[in-house]
């Protein structure tokens, strides 16, 4: 089963960047995680990073005819203010989980609103980079049960 993963704006920092909030595990290490955890399902697991907004879009109406049959995202700050990412989610008829590395209610005024997760089926967040596990198991429990 094809699964895709994107990753939004600063998530390539991950290691460098807030060591506080996001650790000192590197995206490298996150992309090993998910090729290990792939591996060990035997799933197909596609990870997209984009810094840019319409990148993120055109990977996601891609999704549409590509075979994936579910999105997890970590849209970074786009979370809170791109409709344009939101729209794109909604046209996809496929389960999607939006996923966050911190716990963002917990966090500055400005991220504890999501535009995007009204569109998703779930939203993990705080569990750290171990969420991205979480919502692959979960991505694929709403798969079989569609």
Known sequence: MKILIINGAN????GIREKAVYGTKTYDDLLKMIEEKAAATGDRVEVFQS???GAIIDRIQDAYSDG???IIINP???THY????RD???SVDMPKIEIHISDISTREEFRHVSVTAEVCNEQIKGLGLE?????IDHIKE???EG
Request: avoid cysteine.
């Open 11 to 14: 998530i390539n920092f991950l």
């Open 76 to 78: 970074g700050a786009y």
């Open 131 to 135: 969420g991205y596990l979480t919502a």
């Open 88 to 90: 794109a989610l909604a």
């Open 68 to 70: 994936t049959r579910g």
């Open 82 to 85: 791109s409709y344009a990412i």
């Open 51 to 53: 810094n840019h907004e």
């Open 142 to 144: 709403l798969i079989n």
